[in-house]
């Protein structure tokens, strides 16, 4: 084989693995975004809980407080998550 065929194949390979890593980073992205559309959904929940505990201090019970706090943990851990990924 001459070094033209070997070339030739070698940037077939590389067309190959960019197209494929191209559709990855897509995908990734999508998926990302999908993620991203759902956390900043979940994140208007957790500000619209947050305003009516401060509203309502006094009159909320430890349990709603502590739910409130858990929701704001692992919603803390999902963008965390993301921006890791996204590194």
Not at 64 to 84: N, P, V
């Amino acid at each position: 084989m001459s070094i033209r065929d070997d070339l030739k194949q070698l940037s077939e390979k590389i067309k190959a693995y960019r197209d494929e890593a191209r559709v990855q980073i897509h995908l990734a992205r999508e998926d990302v975004k999908d993620e991203w559309d759902d956390l900043e959904q979940d994140w208007e929940r957790f500000k619209e809980r947050l305003e009516k505990l401060w509203h309502d201090a006094e009159n909320t019970s430890r349990e709603a407080q502590d739910a409130t706090h858990q929701f704001g943990e692992d919603l803390k851990k999902s963008y965390q998550a993301i921006r890791d990924r996204l590194r």
